[in-house]
């Protein structure tokens, strides 16, 4: 379910391609072009003597007049293929982000060793409280808490991106998991919604606007995730390039790359995170019109109503539970 919920949260609205999203994969064809060039110290005579990596397109490109028409469509092939194929792992790169790692023994060794991390990292940030060093006083003590509200800031947002020990939520093995399902997490604990099976009402009930921006929100999530895979990927460009000491600098190259590809990412999904629970904050009651149900009167019973809901999507209302009434409403008092 974990795994459902974290990819539903993104997938489903984000877009299958953008102008965003195709920059990574043209860098990385870029690249591999510009290292050709260099093995060969121009452009100019490609095909003179042609080796092993240029040897099917200079033969493609000798033959005239349609040579260079087919060589020019394969690039184009090529290219349009490496970006489907990117796209479509998207999902399943960013699930492997999140923790899904197979039930082999090492990944339960490895899962149990990061969510031993991750318990420690929460209890750290749930009992931290830092008081002024003695002795600070007057301009002293005002700037120790000035600058100590940085630290205070950031370590709310990080205990922020985590469920809590009393949700039904799990730890999962990874920050970006954790932030994914610290979402699910903090809508079922304020307004009793199962994300589960309120999501994909909730998006269609926003106004076209708002879902607009969810969506581009959920696509440079994936973009990025996109931009970690070509970075990654990358690193094979090493097979062509001559000596030792160059490929060393190259797969340096792209490591270094990896990991700020990866902080980006971790970054974009903290805002996404962000973004989605601002938006029950603000628009969740057009989730309960969307379906006829009345909103919550107070907000003492907003969790009671948000369960209600849940249950009434899930299809798990007790025959024996109150009656739960519809109020359907015309489509010009909806539009208002």
Same mark, same amino acid.
């Given at each position: 379910?974990?795994?459902?919920?974290?990819?539903?949260?993104?997938?489903?609205?984000?877009?299958?391609?953008?102008?965003?999203?195709?920059?990574?994969?043209?860098?990385?064809?870029?690249?591999?072009?510009? =290292?050709?060039?260099?093995?060969?110290?121009?452009?100019?005579?490609?095909?003179?003597?042609?080796?092993?990596?240029?040897?099917?397109?200079?033969? =493609?490109?000798?033959?005239?007049?349609?040579?260079?028409?087919?060589?020019?469509?394969?690039?184009?092939?090529?290219?349009?293929?490496?970006?489907?194929?990117?796209?479509?792992?998207?999902?399943?790169?960013?699930?492997?982000?999140?923790?899904?790692?197979?039930?082999?023994?090492?990944?339960?060794?490895?899962?149990?060793?990061?969510?031993?991390?991750?318990?420690?990292?929460?209890?750290?940030?749930?009992?931290?409280?830092?008081?002024?060093?003695?002795?600070?006083?007057?301009?002293?003590?005002?700037?120790?808490?000035?600058?100590?509200?940085?630290?205070?800031?950031?370590?709310?947002?990080?205990?922020?991106?985590?469920?809590?020990?009393?949700?039904?939520?799990?730890?999962?093995?990874?920050?970006?998991?954790?932030?994914?399902?610290?979402?699910?997490?903090?809508?079922?604990?304020?307004?009793?919604?199962?994300?589960?099976?309120?999501?994909?009402?909730?998006?269609?009930?926003?106004?076209?606007?708002?879902?607009?921006?969810?969506?581009?929100?959920?696509?440079?999530?994936?973009?990025?995730?996109?931009?970690?895979?070509?970075?990654?990927?990358?690193?094979?460009?090493?097979?062509?390039?001559?000596?030792?000491?160059?490929?060393?600098?190259?797969?340096?190259?792209?490591?270094?790359?990896?990991?700020?590809?990866?902080?980006?990412?971790?970054?974009?999904?903290?805002?996404?995170?962000?973004?989605?629970?601002?938006?029950?904050?603000?628009?969740?009651?057009?989730?309960?019109?969307?379906?006829?149900?009345?909103?919550?009167?107070?907000?003492?019973?907003?969790?009671?109503?948000?369960?209600?809901?849940?249950?009434?999507?899930?299809?798990?209302?007790?025959?024996?539970?109150?009656?739960?009434?519809?109020?359907?409403?015309?489509?010009?008092?909806?539009?208002?």
């Amino acid at each position: 379910m974990l795994g459902d919920l974290v990819k539903g949260l993104l997938e489903p609205i984000a877009k299958r391609w953008s102008a965003v999203m195709g920059g990574p994969l043209l860098l990385f064809w870029l690249a591999g072009v510009l =290292i050709m060039l260099w093995m060969r110290g121009s452009g100019t005579r490609l095909c003179r003597t042609p080796d092993f990596a240029a040897d099917v397109p200079c033969t =493609i490109a000798a033959q005239r007049p349609w040579g260079p028409v087919v060589l020019t469509a394969a690039a184009t092939a090529v290219v349009v293929m490496s970006a489907w194929a990117l796209t479509a792992s998207a999902g399943f790169v960013l699930e492997v982000l999140a923790g899904r790692w197979g039930t082999s023994r090492i990944a339960l060794a490895y899962t149990r060793h990061r969510m031993a991390h991750h318990h420690a990292r929460r209890s750290d940030l749930a009992a931290w409280r830092h008081a002024p060093p003695a002795g600070l006083a007057d301009e002293d003590l005002d700037a120790w808490n000035s600058q100590n509200g940085w630290r205070a800031t950031r370590r709310r947002a990080a205990y922020a991106r985590y469920p809590r020990v009393s949700d039904p939520q799990h730890l999962l093995p990874t920050a970006m998991g954790n932030a994914l399902v610290s979402v699910s997490a903090e809508v079922r604990r304020m307004y009793g919604l199962d994300l589960a099976v309120c999501w994909d009402p909730f998006v269609k009930a926003l106004e076209t606007p708002v879902r607009d921006e969810l969506t581009a929100a959920a696509t440079r999530v994936f973009a990025r995730v996109q931009g970690l895979v070509c970075a990654a990927t990358a690193a094979l460009w090493a097979i062509v390039i001559p000596g030792v000491l160059p490929r060393l600098l190259w797969v340096a190259t792209c490591a270094l790359l990896v990991w700020a590809s990866h902080r980006s990412l971790r970054a974009g999904v903290d805002t996404y995170c962000r973004h989605v629970t601002g938006l029950f904050v603000v628009h969740r009651v057009r989730l309960y019109r969307a379906l006829g149900l009345a909103p919550p009167a107070t907000a003492q019973d907003e969790v009671n109503c948000g369960t209600t809901l849940s249950a009434v999507l899930s299809r798990s209302l007790r025959a024996s539970s109150a009656s739960v009434p519809y109020e359907w409403v015309s489509p010009g008092d909806s539009a208002a």
